[in-house]
């Protein structure tokens, strides 16, 4: 039953509220809301309240929710063919290579599609095993690469990882930006480096070009591999189409996920030929990577991406939203920092409150990165005016 637009009668809506918070596993904090449709850079809960949205999916709505291409595209493919193993080609699958291997370094030449961003870096570390037959990787101090056993085991947060020991080893930790710490990890039995170049969970640290250039050199010169985990910072979100672009920097093995799909479940491991081949056949798999649904979307989103260029936008409103937080005169505030429309608020104290404050107080959505960091992931299609409404909620709650 429907009340006004956007909103489901009060008994209805609590119910399916509380539904969901009590029937889940339980492994998430859930907000008191219910959210019932979305566009662009705003969604609605059950209630017919509005709010704009910086949470963004966790960076999956760059290209706005329900983006109306994406969606038409989903609409045709879903009356056509929903499923097809990837033994049996498919036209979709075959526009969705040729679509996103036009967009990047032609030696980024092989696709493995998945699900989401951990299958991709399953993904990589399995194929960076096969390709150098070594078995250490190094991964970065605060760095996020997702929570499977595979992915969690480079993932830094001994909060997710020590209740699940012994995961993958070797893996070093180096501190992020040390060029030092990262020649020296880097050795003869390393199969690969992986690395964001931005990272989201530890905190909305941009890498220095120094640091990813490195990363480049010692790799290939211990034969060992490069990987560049873009399943955050990829699809315009930094301010070029990807930001390994920025940095001047080609991995062996790029991840992707979050806004590929345009919203609909994908990933994809790129990389080189040479890195492809040395995977024995039937070495890794997947049911539903690459299935006709998830192609079509990521066409429809790489298509729009590319018509709209949104990644011009997001450098041109994330460094005017970066000036804006940084006037703001509160003693709180250690560090405003991020590439386009990834951005992080570093207070001196805890983060979680004000969030709080910003949802219940401004109907503004953000999320933390880490205890004292307020994240900002808005849609890339954000009008300029919703941003400086945030710029004045966060000023207003600081």
């Not at 890498?207 to 490195?214: C, S």
């Not at 990933?267 to 995977?279: N, P, S, W």
């Not at 109907?363 to 900002?376: D, E, K, S």
Request: with cysteine.
């Amino acid at each position: 039953m429907k009340g006004k637009e956007g909103s489901v009668v009060q008994t209805d809506w609590r119910a399916l509220l509380e539904a969901e918070k009590t029937l889940d596993s339980g492994v998430y904090t859930k907000h008191d809301l219910l959210i019932v449709r979305g566009k662009g850079a705003r969604v609605w809960d059950a209630e017919g309240n509005e709010y704009i949205d910086c949470v963004g999916g966790y960076g999956v709505a760059n290209l706005g929710h329900a983006n109306p291409e994406v969606v038409e595209a989903v609409k045709r493919q879903a009356e056509t063919l929903l499923s097809m193993p990837q033994t049996l080609p498919t036209e979709a699958r075959a526009r969705f290579y040729l679509a996103l291997t036009s967009v990047l370094p032609p030696e980024l030449n092989r696709v493995f599609p998945t699900n989401s961003g951990t299958e991709a870096n399953e993904a990589a570390l399995k194929f960076a095993r096969a390709a150098t037959g070594r078995k250490k990787f190094v991964a970065a101090m605060r760095g996020f690469s997702g929570r499977t056993m595979g992915s969690l085991s480079v993932t830094w947060e001994p909060k997710y990882r020590e209740p699940f020991l012994p995961l993958v080893e070797p893996v070093a930790f180096i501190p992020y930006n040390d060029v030092e710490a990262l020649r020296q990890a880097v050795d003869e039995e390393t199969a690969a480096v992986i690395l964001e170049p931005v990272q989201g969970e530890g905190g909305v640290r941009p890498a220095t070009r120094e640091f990813l250039e490195a990363a480049r050199e010692v790799t290939r010169e211990k034969g060992a591999l490069l990987i560049l985990d873009e399943i955050q910072t990829g699809m315009g979100r930094t301010g070029t189409r990807f930001a390994f672009e920025r940095y001047g920097v080609v991995p062996d093995i790029l991840t992707l996920a979050k806004a590929l799909g345009g919203g609909v479940p994908l990933g994809a491991a790129v990389m080189r030929k040479e890195v492809a081949e040395k995977m024995p056949k039937g070495g890794h798999g997947t049911t539903f990577g690459g299935n006709p649904l998830a192609m079509a979307a990521g066409v429809a989103a790489l298509e729009y991406l590319e018509k709209t260029r949104l990644w011009e936008r997001a450098e041109r409103l994330g460094r005017w939203f970066m000036e804006e937080l940084r006037k703001i005169p509160s003693p709180k505030v250690r560090e405003v920092r991020g590439l386009g429309l990834m951005v992080g608020l570093e207070l001196k104290e805890k983060s979680l409150p004000y969030i709080q404050r910003l949802e219940k107080e401004h109907h503004v959505l953000t999320l933390a990165a880490g205890p004292n960091v307020i994240r900002f992931l808005p849609p890339l299609v954000i009008e300029e005016e919703d941003l400086a409404k945030v710029v004045e909620a966060v000023r207003a709650v600081l």
